[in-house]
């Protein structure tokens, strides 16, 4: 990074108004820069959009452009740093009483006015909740392209544009789709897909602040209560995860799971088989329309191996897959494999590991480690 201090610039309320709406839908920005919409809540950023920072980056060095975030509502100062020294040049923060807590309506025009003020000629948004709402709601106002759920990102040297790859037709095929006549191209990319950049310790950018002028309309939306979801982890930051599919049978027999991801100091995740029965909470789905993860070790029990599953798995370091049929797609994939019934194999690595890492071995009650399984 060239610059060490934050240089920092003001945009009044109507700078966006003067920039007008035409130019924002103009398909000749070239030099747009490349921005990436910081989520946080009270400050704090969702690990996505350093992600994305790293590879907004990427793409704005391929473009010979900048690469930017966008902090809207609290927390901006502190932001904008972190911003920085995960690969931003520069940072568009607005401050508004109606940008926080977040709300989609304020944060779409205040998105909106700053992509008509400055033309970014991208725009990437984390595929979450939130991030969802929000791009979506942008695309529309600009009257642009968006593409969800992107897995990669490059940018075609020939045409400048950006080609965003994402599964269609249920994961069956991989489509690279791109946004010709319109600008911003707006993607979105759900929480990790790209690894999270190495943080630059003196890294400095420019700071553009804005005070947008949020709408009486787009304010009339103000959230009352804000009730957490208790006991809900997200397996993003789990360095084992072992996963369940319909092999297992049972809501009852993911206790083994359980014990096996206790001893090896990791947490339980499934297939999307397994959810659909009603055996284990959504939020443990991996896959396509799950989470996508990127663990040390991921144990695939009794999981044959589909498409939709594999979108979510193929980052980790090392799969291991326990199935019964040697055919089952999982052991194209996976590091290592295990053929054969997993009511036998997990106890046993459960054992293993539990002798193995206690070093224990043969000294305590086998009886306080049996685990019931459950036959349907
Ligand atoms: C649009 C779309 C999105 C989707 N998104 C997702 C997603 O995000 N995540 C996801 O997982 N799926 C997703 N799916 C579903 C996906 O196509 C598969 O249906 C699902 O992954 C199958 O789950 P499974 O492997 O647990 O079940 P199955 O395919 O039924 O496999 C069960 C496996 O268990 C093995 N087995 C059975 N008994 C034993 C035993 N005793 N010991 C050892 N092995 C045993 C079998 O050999 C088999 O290979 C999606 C589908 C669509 C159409």
């Known amino acids: 990074m060239p610059e060490d201090r934050p240089k920092i610039s003001k945009n009044s309320?109507?700078?966006?108004?003067r920039a007008g709406k035409d130019a924002a839908q103009d398909s000749s920005t070239a030099g747009g820069e490349v921005w990436v919409?910081?989520?946080q809540v009270a400050g704090e950023a969702a690990p996505v959009s350093w992600e994305l920072m790293g590879e907004a980056r990427a793409l704005a060095e391929a473009l010979g452009v900048r690469a930017a975030a966008v902090i809207l509502g609290a927390g901006a100062p502190e932001l904008a740093r972190q911003a920085f020294s995960y690969g931003a040049a520069?940072?568009?923060?607005?401050?508004d009483p109606a940008l926080e807590p977040f709300i989609t309506d304020p944060h779409c025009q205040a998105l909106v006015d700053l992509a008509r003020a400055h033309q970014p000629q991208i725009i990437l948004l984390g595929a979450t909740t939130r991030g969802r709402d929000l791009a979506s709601a942008a695309a529309t106002e600009l009257e642009t392209g968006l593409t969800a759920d992107c897995t990669h990102l490059e940018i075609d040297e020939a045409k400048g544009l950006l080609k965003q790859t994402r599964p269609a037709f249920g994961g069956n095929v991989m489509a690279t789709i791109i946004t010709p006549n319109h600008r911003p191209q707006i993607a979105t990319v759900r929480p990790g897909v790209f690894p999270l950049p190495e943080a630059a310790a003196e890294a400095g950018g420019e700071i553009i602040e804005s005070r947008p002028a949020i709408t009486a309309a787009a304010a009339a939306v103000r959230q009352l209560q804000f009730l957490p979801n208790p006991g809900e982890e997200s397996l993003m930051g789990a360095h084992v995860i072992v996963a369940g599919g319909r092999g297992m049978r049972s809501a009852h027999n993911f206790a083994l799971l359980e014990k096996l991801a206790t001893e090896l100091g990791g947490t339980v995740a499934?297939?999307?088989?397994?959810?659909?029965?009603?055996w284990i909470s959504q939020?443990?789905?991996v896959g396509q329309t799950g989470q996508t993860v990127r663990p040390l070790l991921y144990i695939a029990v009794g999981i044959s191996g589909a498409v939709q599953h594999l979108a979510g798995i193929q980052e980790s370091d090392v799969i291991v897959a326990i199935n019964s049929d040697?055919?089952?797609?999982i052991f194209d994939v996976a590091d290592y494999g295990i053929v054969?019934?997993?009511?036998?194999?997990?106890?046993?690595?459960?054992e293993e590991a539990h002798a193995r890492l206690s070093g224990a071995a043969g000294s305590d009650a086998a009886g306080e480690r049996q685990i019931g399984v459950e036959s349907t």
Do not use: M
């Open 13 to 17: 309320p109507d700078d966006a108004a």
């Open 37 to 39: 919409v910081v989520e």
């Open 90 to 95: 520069a940072a568009y923060t607005g401050s």
């Open 270 to 278: 499934a297939s999307r088989a397994a959810v659909d029965a009603g």
């Open 283 to 285: 939020r443990r789905q």
């Open 326 to 329: 040697p055919d089952a797609p």
């Open 340 to 350: 054969g019934d997993l009511f036998e194999i997990v106890p046993a690595l459960i």
